[in-house]
Nanobody, 124 residues
């Protein structure tokens, strides 16, 4: 599975972005999917995940709850991360990842495939 994240950019605080993660080589419908981020000088941080068999079973890191929404469109083989009310502390490179077990998880080492990241910069 090859994953490609896109949709990053520069936005002012309070603004919105929608990240997309598309796959080639295999359908994503059976994979749990996650979004992680890495800010300069920091480790990779879990952001959100969605279970494969339920489009409504999602979970988030506390810092983004109520602002970010993860969703998937299996027909388009794409997973999204809608980010609203962005804050400067959301600035990071964002990565999508796929978990073959279908569960999705907050633990980065549980994911089997990773895409190249997309930069999100939020100015104050």
């Amino acid at each position: 599975v090859q994953l490609q994240a896109s949709g990053g950019g520069l936005v002012q605080a309070g603004g919105s972005l929608r990240l997309s993660c598309t796959a080639s080589g295999r359908t994503l419908s059976t994979y749990g999917m996650g979004w992680f981020r890495q800010a300069p000088g920091k480790g990779r941080e879990f952001v959100a995940a969605i279970i494969s068999w339920s489009g409504t079973s999602t979970y988030y890191v506390d810092s983004v709850k109520g602002r970010f929404t993860i969703s998937r469109d299996n027909a388009k083989n794409t997973v999204y991360l809608q980010m609203n009310s962005l804050k400067p502390e959301d600035t990071a490179v964002y990565y999508c990842a796929a978990d073959r077990t279908g569960w999705g998880t907050a633990t980065a080492t549980r994911y089997d495939y990773w895409g190249a990241g997309t930069q999100v910069t939020v100015s104050s």
